[in-house]
Antibody, heavy 117, light 107 residues
Framework: EVQLVESGGGVVQPGGSLRLSCAAS????????MHWVRQVPGKGLVWVAR????????SFADSVKGRFIISRDNAKNTLFLQMNSLRDEDTALYYC??????????WGQGTLVTVSS | DIQMTQSPSSLSASAGDRVTLTCRAS??????LNWYQQKPGKAPKLLIY???KLESGVPSRFSGSGIGTDFTLTISSLQPEDFATYYC?????????FGQGTKVEMK
């Protein structure tokens, strides 16, 4: 069974940093592109970033470009999102999701990031 | 960026109804269109990928169609467990973008 478990969320002040993790199991992690998607509670889904299976390619939403870094450790089956220079508008539930030709076919349960002074 | 527009934003329906949701892309995306269902407090779930392919385990009452800019998700006979919010999403190019969602509520 595919499992994705996010962690690392919490409360951080504006301008601060946070590193999210997503532990994957139940599939060959190193064979899949991985994504981060966020959602303000009660609002819609917003794609944040993706990384290729071999880490050679990354892409970001304009709203986070230059501030967020996506990376992965295929030996540890873990995806990361380093979030720097955090803003109020980054407050959201962050999901990791497995990507491929089928879109986003498996999602974690999310980790909540709150940016507040 | 490609904008995805869903209509309606919400609808009220009864169990057994046939329901059709629409998604329009701001430019052609071939069939790079996926549909997700999200229930309150839960992660989204993939229903349909590449416009018309049913994800494994998804009931056959769900179907998708469309190509280019106009797409539909149809639920042939609405079941109580189908009351949820549905999102379309394009994977034609980055940034991937989602529609704003259609909330299907019980009449």
């Amino acid at each position: 069974e595919v499992q994705l478990v996010e962690s690392g969320g919490g409360v951080v002040q504006p301008g601060g940093s946070l590193r999210l993790s997503c532990a994957a199991s139940g599939f060959t992690f190193g064979s899949y592109w991985m994504h981060w998607v966020r959602q303000v509670p009660g609002k819609g889904l917003v794609w944040v970033a993706r990384i290729s299976n071999d880490e050679s390619t990354t892409s970001f939403a304009d709203s986070v470009k230059g501030r967020f870094i996506i990376s992965r450790d295929n030996a540890k089956n873990t995806l990361f999102l380093q979030m720097n220079s955090l803003r109020d508008e980054d407050t959201a539930l962050y999901y990791c999701a497995r990507g491929g030709s089928k879109g986003l076919d498996n999602w974690g349960q999310g980790t909540l990031v709150t940016v507040s002074s | 960026d490609i904008q995805m527009t869903q209509s309606p934003s919400s609808l009220s329906a009864s169990a057994g109804d046939r329901v059709t949701l629409t998604c329009r892309a701001s430019q052609t995306i071939s069939t790079y269109l996926n549909w997700y269902q999200q229930k309150p407090g839960k992660a989204p779930k993939l229903l349909i990928y590449v416009a018309s392919k049913l994800e494994s385990g998804v009931p056959s009452r769900f179907s998708g169609s469309g190509i280019g800019t106009d797409f539909t998700l149809t639920i042939s006979s609405l079941q109580p467990e189908d009351f949820a919010t549905y999102y379309c999403q394009q994977s034609y190019n980055t940034p991937w973008t989602f529609g704003q969602g259609t909330k299907v509520e019980m009449k």
